[in-house]
């Protein structure tokens, strides 16, 4: 199990910004970490990921808005979001994808964050 703790959601008027953080805790060889959201009734989708080298990759919906970024030294992830819509309304989730000392990763997953914007 990978402790992973969220913070920064909440509620905020459309077109305005929120910045999430994740903190993971004790873990030593992080490979990708990133951030997925789940809507009621929709499927989980991927936001933003970031891999140990930098390299990002986002959702078409997040493009030009949103912002992940990652502070190897702290274990830490964040998601910087602009320009928010009410279709942004998810409760957001961090994930890490820890390598395993014989090969291959174990993804652990933070306890989500409510994310809600007003119109």
């Known amino acids: 199990q990978v402790p992973l703790v969220e913070s920064g959601g909440g509620l905020v008027q459309a077109g305005g910004s929120l910045r999430l953080s994740c903190t993971a805790s004790?873990?030593?060889?992080?490979?990708?970490m990133g951030w997925y959201r789940q809507a009621p009734g929709k499927q989980r989708e991927l936001v933003a990921a970031?891999?140990?080298?930098?390299?990002?990759n986002y959702a078409d919906s997040a493009k030009g808005r949103f912002t992940v970024s990652r502070d190897n030294a702290k274990n830490a992830l964040y998601l910087q979001m602009n320009s928010l819509k009410p279709e942004d309304t998810a409760v957001y989730l961090c994930?890490?994808?820890?390598?395993?000392?014989?090969?291959?990763?174990?993804?652990?997953w933070g306890q989500g964050t409510q994310v809600t914007v007003s119109s």
């Open positions: 004790g873990i030593f060889s992080i490979a990708a």
């Open positions: 994930y890490v994808d820890q390598r395993l000392p014989l090969g291959g990763t174990m993804r652990g």
């Open positions: 970031i891999t140990n080298g930098g390299s990002t």
